[in-house]
């Protein structure tokens, strides 16, 4: 067990590029979510997938946000043409879909200028 | 949906004296519930939690917490405060197996101050 993998761990970007951040869960995971944190609040669900099926996407993820699982195994979530409120801690999460246990990545930070 | 509600964003407690955390939810459906504790630079990691039966459940590094379903509550505590004990703890719920609601639902954090 290696545990949540995120890449990069610091992102800085200027407003209206576009970011793409990594996620490897534990292996044998078969579910994998999407959350951000902004300073002072609790993490809050963007998406997740069951698979490489993507099963349910929060209203907070904009036509801006895109998130893949292509092979069931890592995912990446794209970010296009950033703004300033997209600046947060962006974390992955994964279990198996019989465990209610969440196990989390350490986050990928996102600056937007 | 579900929610939780944690209030005093910090707190402070003295080395050996009681800690206790209070979370008070909201769900349609019974709930799972769960403590996460996050020390500075790392994920979250699973101190607790309660899916049925006892409703006293013990967590690692010496928490419990007690789900009461008239106050829903899911408050945490532990007996002795160390210094380690210093992070960020959310509580976080989500509906039960088999209600279809696979999210967690945070509430905003307790930042523990352990005073020596």
């Known amino acids: 067990d290696t545990g949540v993998s995120q890449n990069p761990r610091h992102k800085i970007t200027k407003r209206g590029q576009n970011v793409t951040f990594r996620c490897d869960p534990i292996?044998?995971?078969?579910?994998l979510y999407w959350y951000r944190q902004t300073l002072g609040q609790g993490p809050e669900f963007l998406t997740y997938?069951?698979?490489?099926?993507?099963?349910?996407k929060s209203r907070l993820l904009s036509d801006r946000f895109s998130a893949e699982r292509p092979k069931g195994s890592f995912s990446t979530l794209e970010i296009q043409r950033t703004e300033q409120g997209d600046s947060a801690m962006y974390l992955c999460a994964s279990r198996l879909s019989t465990n209610e246990k969440l196990f989390f990545g350490s986050g990928t930070q996102l600056s937007v200028l | 949906a579900q929610s939780v509600t944690q209030l005093g964003s910090h707190v402070s407690v003295s080395e050996g004296a009681l800690v206790l955390l209070r979370c008070n939810y909201s769900?349609?459906?019974?709930?799972?519930l769960f403590w996460y504790v996050q020390y500075p630079n790392q994920g979250l990691q699973l101190l607790l939690k309660y899916t049925t039966g006892a409703t006293l459940v013990k967590g690692i590094n010496g928490f419990e917490a007690e789900f009461k379903k008239s106050e829903t509550s899911f408050h945490l505590t532990k007996p002795s405060a160390h210094m380690s004990d210093a992070a960020e703890y959310f509580c976080a719920v989500s509906g039960s197996a088999g209600n279809g609601n696979n999210r967690l639902a945070f509430g905003k954090g307790n930042q523990v101050v352990v005073i020596p």
């Open positions: 997938f069951q698979n490489e099926a993507q099963l349910e």
């Open positions: 769900s349609s459906v019974p709930p799972y």
């Open positions: 292996s044998e995971h078969n579910r």
